[in-house]
């Protein structure tokens, strides 16, 4: 009651303009965070990342089409291999034939470090990096800071940090339990 929807907040900016994609890019421009954007039509699926390259949006395919994921790690479980990541603000067309790239990608991007450190899936890759190798490398870097501190264990915890606590056990030799 009286709260304002983002998804409509979107969609009316978008509709400031006669062309769908020149209407992501307006919408682009006026928001100031992140908006990935999915558009489902009959023939075809119309994707776009956020302006900073915040939230990843990626394209698996197959020989008869193509699909759309926040984590790559879901392709392999429907038949489709890793096609493509979009670049910040980039905007594409996809149908069962092909991708288009409707708006090039920024040159600059600030892509959330949450998505290796929390809330990214293990075997999800990000910008080429995968999701548990760069836990396990921000676990080791964590050894560099721990000056005068005596450990008898190192755990992770919730999930995501399992893979920083081993990182961290493997290069300070404190068990990992």
Avoid at 3 to 10: D, F, G, K, L, S
Avoid at 19 to 37: C, F, H, N, P, W
Avoid at 80 to 92: H, P, Q, R, S, T
Wanted: with cysteine; hydrophobic share 35%.
């Amino acid at each position: 009651k009286g709260r304002v929807n983002p998804a409509e907040v979107i969609a009316a900016l978008i509709n400031h303009k006669s062309d769908v994609s020149e209407g992501i890019k307006y919408a682009q421009d006026k928001i100031d965070g992140s908006m990935s954007i999915l558009l489902l039509f009959k023939n075809k699926i119309i994707a776009a990342r956020d302006k900073y390259g915040r939230t990843p949006v990626s394209i698996g395919k197959k020989k008869d089409g193509y699909c759309v994921s926040f984590e790559n790690s879901a392709f392999i479980n429907l038949g489709f291999k890793f096609y493509k990541e979009l670049g910040a603000g980039e905007i594409v067309s996809i149908t069962s034939d092909e991708v288009t790239v409707l708006k090039e990608p920024n040159k600059q991007k600030k892509v959330c470090s949450f998505l290796w450190t929390y809330y990214g899936y293990p075997t999800s890759t990000y910008e080429g990096v995968g999701v548990e190798a760069m836990r396990y490398r921000c676990g080791e870097l964590m050894k560099q800071y721990d000056e005068g501190i005596n450990l008898d264990y190192v755990a992770g915890i919730p999930d995501s940090g399992l893979a920083h606590a081993i990182g961290y056990s493997n290069v300070s030799n404190v068990p990992f339990a």
